[in-house]
């Protein structure tokens, strides 16, 4: 298999976008939600933007977005990607992507099989899906709490076409990789020594894990030329 696509969330300095880039990341991620230890004011969002150069996707995480936010947004930071991680309804994600034009990825929040139903509801209307763990009930922010969920319950899925998160770390992203083989990861607490504090160290020993992982998974007649 190769590599998956690996988006880290929740950046907020630019040295740790620059980990991450030198380490093949494809997309970063910055948050825009108050209550969020992770959230950054629009400006800062842009001046990241800025420093990134076009090097990855730039992905800006929204909750339950009005309109004057969306434009905001837009106007600010020109975003690649729009994270929707509220209780957008199917009809307001599709109205999402017309009134911007944007790549939208809406997060569905998944504790038992039943929640899968709203992945394939969503499906239509969003261009990608990123599957979550459901935020515990202490928590105010709808995901990077670090919790995860029974991955089996992704075997009754019919694609592997989503971006995986929730408790994803450098410890069991190797079995996150084998078990599942998403299109995508998708980590913030997981490269955090505190919330909302990116970890240096933490970011290469993901990395690491996940071309340790790839190479485990692919026989050695797919990784050395015959």
Not at 77 to 102: C, N, W
Not at 151 to 158: C, F, K, V, Y
Request: glycine content about 8%.
């Amino acid at each position: 298999m190769n590599r998956p696509h690996v988006k880290i969330c929740g950046l907020s300095r630019a040295a740790h976008v620059d980990t991450v880039l030198s380490r093949g990341g494809n997309e970063i991620g910055f948050v825009h939600f108050a209550p969020s230890p992770r959230h950054l004011p629009l400006d800062a969002i842009s001046r990241l933007r800025a420093h990134a150069g076009g090097r990855a996707l730039v992905t800006v995480v929204l909750v339950d977005p009005d309109d004057d936010l969306l434009r905001r947004v837009g106007e600010h930071v020109r975003p690649d990607v729009l994270q929707l991680h509220g209780r957008e309804s199917v009809a307001r994600v599709a109205e999402i992507s017309a009134l911007t034009g944007v790549t939208v990825m809406k997060a569905v929040s998944v504790a038992g099989s039943d929640d899968l139903e709203a992945v394939e509801r969503y499906r239509p209307v969003a261009d990608r899906i990123l599957i979550d763990a459901k935020r515990p009930k202490t928590s105010v922010i709808p995901g990077g709490n670090g919790v995860s969920f029974d991955w089996s319950l992704l075997d009754a899925l019919p694609h592997r076409d989503f971006t995986l998160s929730g408790g994803v770390t450098s410890r069991n992203v190797g079995a996150a990789i084998a078990q599942v083989r998403p299109f995508g990861l998708d980590l913030s607490s997981g490269v955090e020594s505190a919330p909302g504090v990116k970890d240096e160290g933490l970011i290469h020993q993901l990395f690491d894990a996940v071309d340790a992982a790839v190479r485990t998974v692919n026989p050695i007649s797919e990784r050395q030329p015959a």
